[in-house]
């Protein structure tokens, strides 16, 4: 359920600036919702976030190799590799 709501979430952001913003606070609300799960849940989260992560890869990418704050550039890209998501 809470990933069809991502998805409609994703796709009703239209322009491409409000998009890049809209997916960094997504991504970052993603990384501390996992972070507060329990294992169950994060099993479940892993195995949607691999397919989500897989839909979006380059535009999550970009966003944050745009990231201008080492700290949670860092973090989100090893969040992303652990779920599948490689940047380069």
Known sequence: M????????????NIS?????KLDDFLG??????GRSKTSEATLY????KSLFQS???EICVIVDKNPYPAQ???????LSENECICK
């Open 2 to 13: 809470i990933f069809l709501r991502i998805q409609d979430f994703l796709s009703s952001v």
């Open 17 to 21: 600036e409000q998009k890049e913003k």
């Open 29 to 34: 609300k993603l990384i501390s919702a996992a």
């Open 46 to 49: 892993k195995t949607n976030f």
């Open 56 to 58: 979006l890869s380059k």
């Open 73 to 79: 550039k860092t973090s989100r890209i090893k969040f």
